[in-house]
């Protein structure tokens, strides 16, 4: 089990990805900057943190599934970066609980 | 199973000799150490550095009791003490505490156990200890220049308004300590995944390995999120960003959050591997199959899950929601059922098993009977009500001092004890260090014991006076701590002592199963000379009975 493991790693090291690719994803993390400058002149209200961090979450998962190559990686390596995910998610939820019902009062 | 098999003799260490060639005699000059890859080596030199930074750490705690034998402020001035009980927190808990088993017991076994000749990375692993160093540099740096006094918790705003000490060199050096936590701990998963022998499958693995993936699984998790919480410390303090304070626009709950997300996991950090000692050393000494091996295996991955859940128990009285602080506190309820598996599980296995008393045993009761204890008055702290009681007086302190001294330090000094003789070829002499663990025992209960007392008839704790009515309890806390450093002095003069003089301990000394027991000791650089191919269940004692040549011809 453990040498179909070593091979199926080495295969991902040596998985290449084109300059097409990094090219195209490097120009659509550019057009998002340009998009998140833009949107900032725009007053949207209560939408204004929604869509920076809206167009930033979606930046970071260009980066982590093609320069970090995640998207070419086994199952492994993705559940663990879905595990950082995941921990990350019980930090703001689990803080958010407090802060929405902070206001409640007493039960 | 025959039961006249498990009951093994110790061999022969009259015949017992050292191997010709071992880790230790390969290469010999400093910079063969320094830029070493082997993960023995590395072990080593943790084990010299935490050292080190304990009896620094135990200094501070000496100068904190000797303050509180009165109750005035006799020995140091008020705010002198706020910053030896810092230093003694911050010390501790971050360069001792934390890296004390993985870096140096974990460091050493894990690619052993699991039948690897290193650990997946080795570099990564000399580079965390280089940052370890650098870490420990740049606390020791603040606690020359002058100190810190924002207890061990940096407290918003407290340590980014108020005090004008070395915060942010001190929360450097976490910060940099913390990255040699996060590598050990992405070394151990990494090394654990890809670089088990062949048979060594996940429920073939000694209990050890579990516990610190499991621990592993918290450095990496957990350990970013205190890290980018101290730059914010520094920043708000250097550059003014409002983030924690208040009259920035900041919220200083929002620190405490961030905080204790990763520093309660981080007590899981701590205890998770210690645990993992106790698993071994039980079974050793009762000459069983830990009882319940996958409950006990997938317990330490609960608490790890479970302790990223529960972390605003330390915040009850600090003004959250109480709706929020209802949901953290029956989670924290939670973590009591792993622990409560293992703790049950250890004592199953002790039932009618062949018990012998050497040292390690000694110290792993010690650990029983402690963290027991110490676990036990978590329940209390977790539950909302006694907490308004209860936090922030001495029957906190003495909570975590029973779980992590009572209970993480006595597993590390079992685990040093137990595995000395496969690092250094050589036992530690066995009465005295027996006294020591006595000694040990029953001067942590006189320091600490009374402490819950105190806490819970309300002495505060982090203050430099008390009322007098409160000095007797601490007078017996002050003398029960001296007699605790004997306990870790002895050790730390038969440990050398051992080195050139202590009896050759042959392989195997204690009849154990692990594939460490099965290799020379000390263990050759390549720990291996040809990979084992593991065709057994782990704590097999049937299986070591049976082996006429268990022991590895001695090579060279």
Redesign the interface.
């Known amino acids: 089990m453990s040498q179909h493991g070593a091979t199926e790693l080495e295969h991902q090291e040596h998985h290449v990805v084109g300059p097409k690719v990094y090219l195209a994803v490097f120009f659509a993390l550019m057009i998002c900057t340009g998009l998140t400058t833009w949107v900032a002149f725009i007053d949207l209200g209560v939408l204004n943190p929604v869509i920076a961090l809206a167009i930033a979450c979606f930046k970071a998962c260009l980066v982590v599934l093609f320069f970090m190559h995640i998207h070419y990686s086994s199952k492994l390596l993705k559940l663990t970066v879905a595990s950082g995910l995941f921990i990350f998610l019980v930090l703001v939820t689990m803080t958010l609980s407090d802060y929405i019902s902070r206001a409640w009062g007493l039960w | 199973m025959s039961s006249t098999n498990t009951i093994v003799q110790l061999p022969d260490q009259s015949t017992a000799q050292l191997p010709r060639k071992h880790y230790l005699n390969q290469e010999h000059t400093l910079k063969s150490w320094l830029l070493t890859g082997d993960h023995k080596r590395i072990a080593m030199l943790y084990l010299f550095s935490i050292t080190f930074f304990f009896f620094i750490g135990g200094a501070f705690a000496s100068l904190i009791r000797l303050q509180l034998l009165t109750p005035g402020s006799d020995l140091l001035a008020p705010d002198t003490y706020n910053k030896v009980f810092s230093m003694h927190g911050i010390v501790m808990i971050f360069l001792f505490l934390v890296p004390s088993v993985p870096a140096t017991l974990g460091n050493f076994l894990i690619p052993i156990m699991i039948g690897a000749k290193d650990l997946a990375f080795p570099k990564i692993n000399l580079l965390s200890w280089y940052l370890f160093i650098a870490g420990g540099l740049f606390i020791l740096a603040a606690m020359i220049l002058g100190g810190v006094d924002t207890g061990w918790t940096f407290t918003t705003p407290l340590s980014t308004h108020y005090l004008n000490t070395h915060v942010v060199t001190a929360a450097l050096g976490i910060f940099i300590a913390g990255f040699a936590s996060i590598l050990t701990g992405l070394n151990f998963i990494v090394t654990i995944?890809?670089?088990?022998a062949?048979g060594m499958t996940w429920f073939r693995l000694p209990l050890f390995v579990w516990g610190h993936y499991a621990a592993s699984?918290l450095m990496v998790?957990?350990t970013p999120?205190l890290a980018i919480t101290l730059v914010l410390v520094a920043l708000e303090r250097t550059i003014g960003i409002g983030v924690f304070d208040p009259t920035k626009g900041g919220d200083p709950?929002?620190f405490q959050?961030?905080f204790w997300?990763y520093s309660h996991p981080a007590v899981y950090i701590m205890i998770l591997p210690g645990m993992a000692v106790i698993s071994e050393v039980i079974s050793t000494f009762s000459r069983k199959r830990v009882f319940g091996y996958t409950a006990v295996a997938f317990s330490s991955v609960a608490i790890a899950i479970f302790g990223?859940?529960v972390?605003?128990h330390h915040m009850f009285i600090m003004?959250?929601?109480?709706?929020?602080a209802?949901?953290?506190s029956l989670l924290t309820m939670l973590v009591a059922v792993p622990s409560a598996i293992k703790i049950f599980n250890w004592a199953a296995t002790l039932y009618k098993g062949s018990i012998t008393f050497e040292t390690p045993m000694l110290y792993a009761f010690g650990f029983l009977g402690l963290f027991t204890i110490g676990g036990l008055t978590g329940v209390f702290l977790g539950s909302m009500g006694m907490d308004v009681h209860l936090t922030e007086t001495y029957f906190i302190v003495a909570h975590f001092h029973f779980v992590m001294v009572g209970g993480m330090l006595m597993a590390y000094l079992a685990g040093l004890h137990f595995w000395w003789p496969k690092m250094t070829g050589r036992m530690y002499p066995e009465s005295i260090s027996k006294l020591a663990a006595v000694v040990t025992f029953i001067g942590f209960i006189f320091t600490f014991f009374p402490q819950f007392v105190l806490g819970y008839l309300g002495m505060p704790r982090r203050y430099a006076s008390y009322p007098p009515e409160f000095q007797v309890l601490n007078v017996l806390s002050t003398a029960g701590a001296s007699i605790l450093a004997v306990g870790y002095l002895l050790p730390m003069l038969y440990m050398p002592w051992s080195l050139k003089y202590g009896k050759i301990a042959g392989n195997n000394p204690w009849q154990a199963t692990g594939l460490e027991w099965q290799i020379t000791s000390p263990p050759l650089t390549e720990n291996f000379v040809e990979t084992p191919i593991v065709d057994h269940e782990a704590y097999d004692y049937e299986w070591l009975a049976n082996q006429t040549e268990h022991e590895v011809k001695t090579v060279g």
């Open positions: 995944h890809r670089m088990r062949p699984i998790l957990g999120v709950l929002l959050h961030l997300f990223f859940f972390w605003a003004g959250i929601s109480n709706y929020s209802l949901v953290f």
